[in-house]
């Protein structure tokens, strides 16, 4: 009962604009790895890669060309951690990776969305 009351409050408030609210992102609630396998091999510096069912978005350590030559669709992004590539950007795409839709420019969180 009391649950409905405050629905029922804070839609009233938020229809009278004494709240506002900003765009909820596309994935609220969705976890950004969801449905996407993480590796981490430390090396001299961390090799990271993140594997979906259609590709792969990777750290700098990666070479396009190697990536290009193995026939990979992947992306990879500018940060030297998980936890900053979601909002990193694409630095580099190969041509199945393009065939995809990644493109370089777009956040890792959307290469995430592609590669999935």
Not at 1 to 30: E, K, N, Q
Not at 108 to 113: E, K, P, Q
Request: proline fraction near 4%; charge should be neutral; glycine fraction near 10%.
């Amino acid at each position: 009962m009391r649950r409905s009351w405050t629905c029922a409050v804070f839609i009233a408030a938020l229809a009278a604009g004494c709240i506002h609210m900003d765009a909820v992102p596309r994935d609220a609630g969705r976890d950004v790895w969801s449905g996407l396998t993480r590796e981490s091999i430390q090396l001299n510096h961390k090799l990271l890669v993140v594997k979906g069912s259609k590709g792969i978005v990777v750290c700098p350590y990666l070479d396009p060309e190697a990536l290009e030559a193995t026939g990979e669709a992947a992306a990879i992004v500018s940060s030297p951690d998980f936890d900053g590539l979601p909002e990193s950007s694409v630095i580099a795409v190969t041509s199945k990776g393009q065939a995809l839709g990644l493109r370089v420019g777009m956040t890792g969180r959307d290469a995430f969305d592609l590669i999935r």
